[in-house]
């Protein structure tokens, strides 16, 4: 007790100290001493509310499983060191390319990129990232795609679906990872399965629209096959391997959404 | 010796492997360890089994929760390593101190490590001589002193059950390590003098149990889910006793009876109406389509987060009451300044009162304290940032820790799984199973009728064919619906009811069919085997267990049981276990919402609906954030 006493008595002897010293300076001086600290917090301010146009964050996400931290590091380092396993938290860094970093002359603007995992548990996280975003990669594993397609189509159509993605008409990039093996499918393919999916999707999904209020938008366009052309915002398919740093699709796509 | 051991953030990028053991682990260890055990928050437990077709490991690991990282060991199960444990924190300590988060390879760590390897084997040597010294065994190699000493030291398995099954897994490593050709001891751990008849005693079962041992392995190659191998291990070698135990009593046919002279009623009560008199019926309200959208569709409005923030100031207010003065002084210090590191002894408090309060919602005992585990090992050494209290640290782990246990793991979207088994032209067969009185019927008819409402075809089937009064029930709920229902009387055997239904089914083209089962206690063996005939005869597409919101801690032993005894009489090698829960009776209780969490905890299995009334339109999904809320209010 007796050290709050001490306390109390300190900062009251404190506080009156320092009216007395205010008391001191002259009005004029006070005046313009505020004067200048609002003019100093609105300047500021207005200058983060106009910074606001362009983000520079790009999102990967995917399934649990691949390829997006490999990736990761592949586009920070241009190396995928000695692999990664399973991820249980989001990765993330704001750097520039690595190949930018040797061939780019002049201000590049560093990417923020953010690797969320894609285990289904984890899901909430991507809720967080998805109204920062500038783009978001969505990488799929092109080697074993079709045991994995129900889920796939279901996460994509969460993020096509989802409000700040739809608001902010975020371009989307459907990366399909793992194409320096043999048995990986193409991008065509790939593409054509999801279009399909995603259809089905929307038949089942709309039957629980009234539901998820943050999802009552329907996608593409009402009594035709769902197409990605049918989107608001721009989705394209790209190739790309982690392992053997085959990642310039994914850097151009980046770099044409992230302004230098 | 070591398979392997891994450094990784937790991030997912590996730091470090040991590159002298070059061994590449068969299947996928790690990846495993991640998804069943550190994101289902059982990081609290002590190791971790995995079985692959040709290995069978077991792994360790701990955290190093300041800087994001993890460190695990992986290791055949049958070698107990004694000097794991040690290893690890070893390893952590001088790992911590050169690693740096800008670097990627750590190569100089490998001679650090070559260098704690050895002096942990050397230390586990001692500790295994001195223990050889104090017993005097006749003819033991030292292997088996490695393993008794390691069994001492308790690797338990992640176990559900009460102390009986970790009895029964201790006894079955100890005879697989026979078989597998080590002449180990006797590994009795009670007595030591009678070391020597346990010996032969031990010799003994074990040529009883190689029977069994063969088909374990047989089992283990199929890739069985870890925590459903433990328990099948155990109830491999009940089973044994059990059938020769049932073989005599199955000749006794049971008779009815008699408590007084009087001579039995010999007639049957069975008030069954004739299925043939439809005329009958008309005097039975129709329900409309129309008793309005079921809850599943609408959408859930819950408090706003300014709740939670009064609930902050009484709760803090007390906290600095109880401690003392300069407890109290010192710890809005430190929040101020932030801690170092958060120690076990810190956290102890905070945690004990998290328990506390979650088991005063209905959290079941068992699994409150493994959540607290947990949210331990997870926090452990984390550094405190500045004004934060210890509290609401471990207040922020646990949360984020609920909600991603009651986060589902897969889809639930039932209506894209009944469109898929549409395109193949089969029904769709959904079986509810419970024990006594928790609302199957209910709530079956409950779903029935959000199905209708979302143009699916249903039909019902009544194998409940034990309870009086149960295919009247389901016929009345039929009729008013209007939804065809299979029903084939009482005294049937229900296995058989639901294959005709489905055949049934198949023919007139509906698309989902709901099949009805009678409530059974976990420990009634002859229904449990019952069910699980239904179950392999018909291989349902959703098997879903009933679970009154009531129930407190027996949950954990229903839902164990269930499965257990499922993955246990199931004929094929996968079995078919519990896909998903139907919480009932939510509207009884208000806030004492922990059924929920410990039914999903132990099995797993996400909750897909949620009955909170007694009409048609009373169903609901559940609302995770909501529930985590009140679990913490």
Redesign the interface.
């Given at each position: 007790?007796d050290?709050?006493e001490d306390l109390k008595i300190v900062a009251e002897q404190w506080s009156k100290q320092g009216l007395e010293f205010v008391q001191k300076i002259p009005p004029p001086q006070l005046y313009t001493a505020i004067g200048v600290l609002l003019l100093a917090t609105i300047w500021l301010l207005s200058i983060r509310l106009f910074r606001r146009t362009k983000s520079n964050t790009v999102l990967l996400s995917g399934l649990?499983?691949s390829g997006k931290?490999v990736l990761f590091?592949q586009l920070r380092?241009g190396s995928s060191?000695?692999?990664?396993?399973?991820?249980?938290?989001?990765?993330e860094g704001t750097f520039v390319l690595h190949n930018e970093n040797n061939t780019k002359k002049g201000k590049v603007k560093p990417v923020h990129l953010i690797?969320v995992?894609g285990?289904?548990?984890?899901?909430?996280k991507l809720e967080e990232y998805l109204p920062r975003a500038a783009a978001v990669v969505f990488v799929v594993d092109a080697l074993e795609f079709l045991p994995n397609i129900?889920?796939a189509s279901?996460y994509l159509y969460d993020i096509l679906t989802n409000a700040s993605v739809i608001k902010n008409k975020t371009p989307v990039l459907l990366c399909c990872n793992k194409t320096d093996k043999v048995t990986a499918h193409t991008k065509e393919f790939i593409r054509k399965q999801m279009e399909k999916e995603i259809d089905?999707?929307r038949?089942?999904?709309s039957?629980?629209s009234?539901?998820?209020?943050a999802n009552d938008f329907t996608l593409g366009i009402e009594g035709e096959v769902f197409s990605f052309s049918h989107c608001h915002n721009k989705v394209t398919v790209a190739e790309a391997s982690g392992l053997t740093g085959e990642t310039d699709q994914v850097q151009e796509f980046i770099r044409e959404h992230v302004k230098p | 010796m070591l398979e392997q051991l891994?450094i990784?953030t937790?991030?997912?990028?590996?730091?470090?492997?040991c590159k002298e053991i070059g061994n590449a682990l068969k299947g996928s260890p790690?990846?495993t360890l991640?998804?069943s055990c550190?994101?289902?928050e059982r990081s609290g437990a002590v190791s971790f089994n995995y079985d692959a077709p040709g290995a069978a490991y077991t792994l360790k690991w701990t955290f190093h929760n300041d800087l994001?990282l993890?460190f695990v060991a992986v290791y055949q199960r049958i070698l107990h390593l004694l000097y794991v444990d040690d290893l690890l924190s070893m390893v952590k300590q001088s790992f911590s101190e050169i690693y740096d988060p800008k670097r990627?390879?750590y190569d100089d760590f490998d001679e650090t490590f070559r260098q704690l390897r050895i002096e942990a084997e050397a230390r586990a040597e001692e500790l295994r001589k001195t223990k050889q010294v104090g017993k005097p065994v006749s003819s033991v190699k030292k292997q088996g002193q490695v393993s008794k000493a390691g069994l001492e030291g308790g690797n338990k398995r992640v176990s559900e059950g009460g102390s009986k099954k970790d009895d029964g897994d201790g006894n079955k490593a100890k005879v697989s390590t026979l078989t597998n050709g080590h002449s180990n001891g006797n590994h009795q751990m009670e007595d030591d003098s009678q070391e020597t008849d346990l010996a032969n005693g031990k010799e003994n079962t074990s040529c009883n149990v190689a029977v069994d041992l063969s088909k374990l392995q047989k089992l283990r190659s199929k890739g069985v889910r870890g925590r459903g191998g433990v328990r099948k291990t155990d109830s491999i070698g009940n089973k044994s006793s059990k059938v020769a135990a049932a073989e005599p009593a199955k000749k006794a046919t049971k008779k009815n009876r008699v408590w007084d002279d009087a001579a039995p009623k010999q007639s049957k009560l069975d008030f069954t109406d004739s299925v043939d008199d439809n005329g009958n019926n008309d005097h039975v309200d129709i329900v409309a389509a129309d008793q309005g959208?079921s809850m599943?569709?609408?959408?859930e409005v819950f408090s706003s987060d300014s709740e939670s923030e009064d609930d902050d100031e009484p709760g803090s207010d007390e906290k600095p009451a109880e401690a003392k003065?300069k407890g109290w002084?010192s710890s809005v210090f430190q929040s101020i300044t932030g801690k170092a590191n958060l120690e076990k002894t810190d956290l102890g408090p905070a945690l004990k009162a998290l328990k506390e309060r979650l088991m005063t919602k209905n959290v079941a005992e068992e699994i409150a304290e493994k959540l607290c585990e947990s949210v331990e090992a997870s926090l452990e050494g984390k550094k405190l940032s500045s004004f934060t209290r210890i509290s609401s640290t471990v207040q922020a782990a646990m949360e984020d820790a609920l909600?991603?246990?009651l986060?589902?793991?897969?889809?639930i979207?039932i209506?894209?799984d009944?469109?898929a088994a549409k395109e193949q032209r089969k029904p769709y067969v959904v079986v509810f199973v419970g024990v006594n009185g928790v609302g199957k019927s209910t709530n079956l008819a409950k779903v029935a009728y959000w199905l209708q409402q979302?143009?699916v075809s249903v039909m019902m089937a009544a194998c409940d064919t034990f309870r009086s009064g149960a295919v009247e029930q389901l016929r009345t709920h039929a009729r008013r619906l209007q939804i065809p229902i299979f029903e084939k009387g009482y005294e049937k055997d229900p296995a058989v009811v639901a294959k005709e239904a489905i055949q049934e089914a198949t023919r007139n083209g509906s698309d989902v069919v709901l099949v009805d089962t009678a409530g059974r206690m976990q420990d009634n063996e002859p229904l449990m085997r019952a069910l699980s005939k239904l179950i392999n005869l018909n291989q349902p597409d959703l098997v879903l267990f009933v679970g009154e919101a009531l129930v407190g801690n027996d949950a954990v032993d229903q839902l164990s049981k269930f499965n257990q005894k499922l993955s246990d009489l199931s004929t094929s090698g996968n079995p078919r276990l519990i896909d998903g829960i139907l919480l009932t009776k939510f509207d009884t209780i208000d806030d004492k919402v922990g059924a929920a969490l410990s039914m999903v905890y132990i099995s797993g299995s996400p909750v897909m609906f949620v009955g909170c009334g007694q009409s048609y339109t009373d169903l609901k999904?559940l609302n995770v954030k909501a529930i985590v809320k009140t679990l913490l209010k």
């Amino acid at each position: 007790m007796d050290n709050l006493e001490d306390l109390k008595i300190v900062a009251e002897q404190w506080s009156k100290q320092g009216l007395e010293f205010v008391q001191k300076i002259p009005p004029p001086q006070l005046y313009t001493a505020i004067g200048v600290l609002l003019l100093a917090t609105i300047w500021l301010l207005s200058i983060r509310l106009f910074r606001r146009t362009k983000s520079n964050t790009v999102l990967l996400s995917g399934l649990s499983g691949s390829g997006k931290t490999v990736l990761f590091y592949q586009l920070r380092d241009g190396s995928s060191h000695q692999g990664a396993v399973t991820s249980m938290e989001p990765n993330e860094g704001t750097f520039v390319l690595h190949n930018e970093n040797n061939t780019k002359k002049g201000k590049v603007k560093p990417v923020h990129l953010i690797d969320v995992p894609g285990h289904s548990r984890l899901i909430s996280k991507l809720e967080e990232y998805l109204p920062r975003a500038a783009a978001v990669v969505f990488v799929v594993d092109a080697l074993e795609f079709l045991p994995n397609i129900r889920a796939a189509s279901e996460y994509l159509y969460d993020i096509l679906t989802n409000a700040s993605v739809i608001k902010n008409k975020t371009p989307v990039l459907l990366c399909c990872n793992k194409t320096d093996k043999v048995t990986a499918h193409t991008k065509e393919f790939i593409r054509k399965q999801m279009e399909k999916e995603i259809d089905k999707l929307r038949v089942s999904r709309s039957a629980i629209s009234t539901a998820d209020i943050a999802n009552d938008f329907t996608l593409g366009i009402e009594g035709e096959v769902f197409s990605f052309s049918h989107c608001h915002n721009k989705v394209t398919v790209a190739e790309a391997s982690g392992l053997t740093g085959e990642t310039d699709q994914v850097q151009e796509f980046i770099r044409e959404h992230v302004k230098p | 010796m070591l398979e392997q051991l891994l450094i990784f953030t937790r991030g997912g990028l590996i730091l470090w492997t040991c590159k002298e053991i070059g061994n590449a682990l068969k299947g996928s260890p790690i990846d495993t360890l991640i998804r069943s055990c550190l994101l289902e928050e059982r990081s609290g437990a002590v190791s971790f089994n995995y079985d692959a077709p040709g290995a069978a490991y077991t792994l360790k690991w701990t955290f190093h929760n300041d800087l994001g990282l993890v460190f695990v060991a992986v290791y055949q199960r049958i070698l107990h390593l004694l000097y794991v444990d040690d290893l690890l924190s070893m390893v952590k300590q001088s790992f911590s101190e050169i690693y740096d988060p800008k670097r990627m390879s750590y190569d100089d760590f490998d001679e650090t490590f070559r260098q704690l390897r050895i002096e942990a084997e050397a230390r586990a040597e001692e500790l295994r001589k001195t223990k050889q010294v104090g017993k005097p065994v006749s003819s033991v190699k030292k292997q088996g002193q490695v393993s008794k000493a390691g069994l001492e030291g308790g690797n338990k398995r992640v176990s559900e059950g009460g102390s009986k099954k970790d009895d029964g897994d201790g006894n079955k490593a100890k005879v697989s390590t026979l078989t597998n050709g080590h002449s180990n001891g006797n590994h009795q751990m009670e007595d030591d003098s009678q070391e020597t008849d346990l010996a032969n005693g031990k010799e003994n079962t074990s040529c009883n149990v190689a029977v069994d041992l063969s088909k374990l392995q047989k089992l283990r190659s199929k890739g069985v889910r870890g925590r459903g191998g433990v328990r099948k291990t155990d109830s491999i070698g009940n089973k044994s006793s059990k059938v020769a135990a049932a073989e005599p009593a199955k000749k006794a046919t049971k008779k009815n009876r008699v408590w007084d002279d009087a001579a039995p009623k010999q007639s049957k009560l069975d008030f069954t109406d004739s299925v043939d008199d439809n005329g009958n019926n008309d005097h039975v309200d129709i329900v409309a389509a129309d008793q309005g959208e079921s809850m599943m569709d609408k959408e859930e409005v819950f408090s706003s987060d300014s709740e939670s923030e009064d609930d902050d100031e009484p709760g803090s207010d007390e906290k600095p009451a109880e401690a003392k003065k300069k407890g109290w002084f010192s710890s809005v210090f430190q929040s101020i300044t932030g801690k170092a590191n958060l120690e076990k002894t810190d956290l102890g408090p905070a945690l004990k009162a998290l328990k506390e309060r979650l088991m005063t919602k209905n959290v079941a005992e068992e699994i409150a304290e493994k959540l607290c585990e947990s949210v331990e090992a997870s926090l452990e050494g984390k550094k405190l940032s500045s004004f934060t209290r210890i509290s609401s640290t471990v207040q922020a782990a646990m949360e984020d820790a609920l909600v991603r246990i009651l986060t589902p793991r897969r889809s639930i979207d039932i209506l894209r799984d009944v469109h898929a088994a549409k395109e193949q032209r089969k029904p769709y067969v959904v079986v509810f199973v419970g024990v006594n009185g928790v609302g199957k019927s209910t709530n079956l008819a409950k779903v029935a009728y959000w199905l209708q409402q979302h143009k699916v075809s249903v039909m019902m089937a009544a194998c409940d064919t034990f309870r009086s009064g149960a295919v009247e029930q389901l016929r009345t709920h039929a009729r008013r619906l209007q939804i065809p229902i299979f029903e084939k009387g009482y005294e049937k055997d229900p296995a058989v009811v639901a294959k005709e239904a489905i055949q049934e089914a198949t023919r007139n083209g509906s698309d989902v069919v709901l099949v009805d089962t009678a409530g059974r206690m976990q420990d009634n063996e002859p229904l449990m085997r019952a069910l699980s005939k239904l179950i392999n005869l018909n291989q349902p597409d959703l098997v879903l267990f009933v679970g009154e919101a009531l129930v407190g801690n027996d949950a954990v032993d229903q839902l164990s049981k269930f499965n257990q005894k499922l993955s246990d009489l199931s004929t094929s090698g996968n079995p078919r276990l519990i896909d998903g829960i139907l919480l009932t009776k939510f509207d009884t209780i208000d806030d004492k919402v922990g059924a929920a969490l410990s039914m999903v905890y132990i099995s797993g299995s996400p909750v897909m609906f949620v009955g909170c009334g007694q009409s048609y339109t009373d169903l609901k999904k559940l609302n995770v954030k909501a529930i985590v809320k009140t679990l913490l209010k």
